[in-house]
Nanobody, 127 residues
């Protein structure tokens, strides 16, 4: 069992930056691909970013490329999402996800499948 706890959300202005963190319980964090998703009111869940278990490969949703960066620190059981040049349309609840197995990275970014989800953290960007 893995528990994911997100933090770092808040209210910012357009153009500002935020860094989200997701800390996982357990000793198997380094075996999981990790991802971030978001969901705005009335909209479907959207893929934001994913990173392989080793951190060697990353992937991003189209609207996040060049603005968001996902990274991880396996020694701290933590994955990060650095968000720059935030826009009002980035307003959403952001969820952390963990997917195990050899296809974990693919499952996160292409299938939106995850073994575990965090409770979410609200990000609000004002114009």
């Amino acid at each position: 069992q893995v528990q994911l706890v997100e933090s770092g959300g808040g209210l910012v202005q357009a153009g500002d930056s935020l860094r989200l963190s997701c800390t996982a319980s357990g000793r198997t964090f380094s075996t999981y691909a990790m991802g971030w998703f978001r969901q705005a009111p009335g909209k479907e869940r959207e893929f934001v970013a994913a990173i392989t278990s080793s951190g060697g490969s990353t992937a991003y949703g189209d609207s996040m490329k060049g603005r968001f960066t996902i990274s991880r620190d396996n020694a701290k059981n933590t994955v990060y999402l650095q968000m720059n040049s935030l826009k009002p349309e980035d307003t959403a609840v952001y969820y952390c996800a963990a997917k195990g197995g050899s296809l974990g990275f693919y499952s996160l970014r292409a299938l939106y499948q995850s073994d575990y989800w965090g409770q979410g953290t609200q990000v609000t960007v004002s114009s």
